[in-house]
């Protein structure tokens, strides 16, 4: 399954509130200044993670405490340390979200995410039900726990999260594709078309679900609909994984049709969130 963006914007309410414009009073507001300084940490952890997490340390000295620690988390998931990442930021879910169950849910995703990438899909389904605990039937939430199923091959469970998102929101096209590629796993051909096709009513032209629609047709038998396929992602979005993928699939047809294989259709390598 691919998951363009799993790493969701982190909803940490008064940890990263923005305030309107601030009187002289409320400037002076040490918890403002907390918020603002983590804000800009953040921001920094995103395109200099080395320079953020010094920055962090450097706070953290000056008494930022468990904020100044959020930002070093942050930081370490974008250096690609994500074993580190992600035990910080499951240890800082109960600190910081003790009071406030949306944050505690948002940095658990975090962390859910980071031992994800580190190859730990036990780990990240863990913190993905812990944040669903204090979030309970949050879309995105379900939607990233159904991709850590699947990740571990755990493909009907997947699909429960997924039945359970498009349940609260039917409008979500990532939702129908994510399903879509669970039930392509378990060989049922029919209801990923069908998935497919839902997809594609919301976002049409989606290269990614057109790739995935050729790749299911080639499977069950019907090459000619997944050359077509293939050939439109080709011209739709040349440079994009989707489109590669559907380049290797057309040359791979045109090599072994006359050898009389069929060829494995390929699939575009899992894109990680770019930011958070």
Same mark, same amino acid.
């Given at each position: 399954?691919?998951?363009?963006?799993?790493?969701?914007t982190?909803?940490?309410?008064?940890?990263?509130?923005?305030?309107?414009a601030?009187?002289?009073?409320?400037?002076?507001d040490?918890?403002?200044?907390?918020?603002r300084?983590?804000?800009?940490?953040?921001t920094?952890?995103?395109t200099?993670?080395?320079?953020?997490?010094?920055?962090?340390?450097?706070?953290?000295?000056?008494g930022?405490?468990d904020?100044? =620690?959020?930002?070093?988390?942050? %930081? $370490?998931?974008?250096?690609?340390?994500f074993? +580190?990442?992600? #035990?910080?930021?499951? *240890? @800082?879910?109960?600190?910081?979200?003790?009071?406030?169950?949306?944050?505690?849910?948002?940095?658990?995703a975090?962390?859910?995410?980071?031992?994800?990438r580190?190859?730990?899909?036990?780990?990240?389904?863990?913190?993905?039900?812990?944040?669903?605990?204090?979030q309970?039937?949050?879309?995105?939430?379900?939607?990233?726990?159904?991709?850590?199923?699947?990740?571990?091959?755990?493909?009907?469970?997947?699909?429960?999260?997924?039945?359970?998102?498009?349940?609260?929101?039917?409008?979500?096209?990532?939702?129908?594709?994510? =399903?879509a590629?669970?039930?392509? %796993? $378990?060989?049922?051909?029919?209801?990923?078309? +069908?998935?497919? #096709?839902?997809?594609? *009513? @919301?976002?049409?032209?989606?290269?990614?679900?057109?790739?995935?629609?050729?790749?299911?047709?080639?499977?069950?038998?019907?090459?000619a609909?997944?050359?077509?396929?293939?050939a439109?992602?080709?011209?739709?979005?040349?440079d994009?994984?989707?489109?590669?993928?559907?380049?290797?699939?057309?040359?791979?047809?045109?090599?072994?049709?006359?050898?009389?294989?069929?060829?494995?259709?390929?699939?575009?390598?899992?894109e990680?969130?770019?930011?958070?």
């Amino acid at each position: 399954m691919i998951r363009r963006n799993a790493y969701r914007t982190l909803a940490v309410l008064s940890l990263l509130a923005t305030a309107p414009a601030l009187t002289p009073a409320l400037a002076a507001d040490p918890a403002l200044d907390r918020n603002r300084e983590l804000k800009d940490c953040a921001t920094q952890a995103e395109t200099a993670p080395d320079a953020a997490f010094d920055r962090a340390l450097r706070w953290q000295e000056a008494g930022g405490g468990d904020f100044a =620690r959020l930002c070093q988390a942050l %930081a $370490l998931f974008h250096k690609g340390d994500f074993k +580190a990442a992600g #035990g910080r930021l499951e *240890e @800082l879910a109960g600190v910081l979200g003790k009071d406030d169950p949306k944050a505690a849910a948002s940095i658990l995703a975090r962390g859910g995410w980071a031992w994800l990438r580190a190859g730990d899909q036990k780990r990240a389904e863990r913190l993905y039900s812990a944040a669903l605990d204090r979030q309970p039937g949050d879309v995105d939430l379900l939607i990233d726990r159904a991709f850590a199923r699947a990740e571990a091959e755990r493909f009907w469970d997947a699909i429960a999260d997924l039945d359970a998102a498009l349940a609260k929101d039917p409008t979500r096209a990532d939702a129908y594709l994510y =399903r879509a590629s669970a039930q392509k %796993a $378990l060989s049922n051909y029919r209801q990923a078309l +069908a998935d497919i #096709g839902h997809a594609l *009513e @919301l976002k049409p032209g989606d290269p990614e679900a057109i790739l995935l629609r050729g790749n299911v047709k080639a499977l069950s038998g019907g090459l000619a609909g997944a050359r077509e396929d293939w050939a439109l992602v080709a011209r739709l979005a040349p440079d994009s994984e989707s489109g590669k993928a559907a380049a290797v699939n057309l040359e791979r047809v045109a090599r072994m049709t006359g050898a009389g294989t069929a060829p494995a259709p390929e699939a575009p390598k899992a894109e990680k969130p770019k930011s958070p």
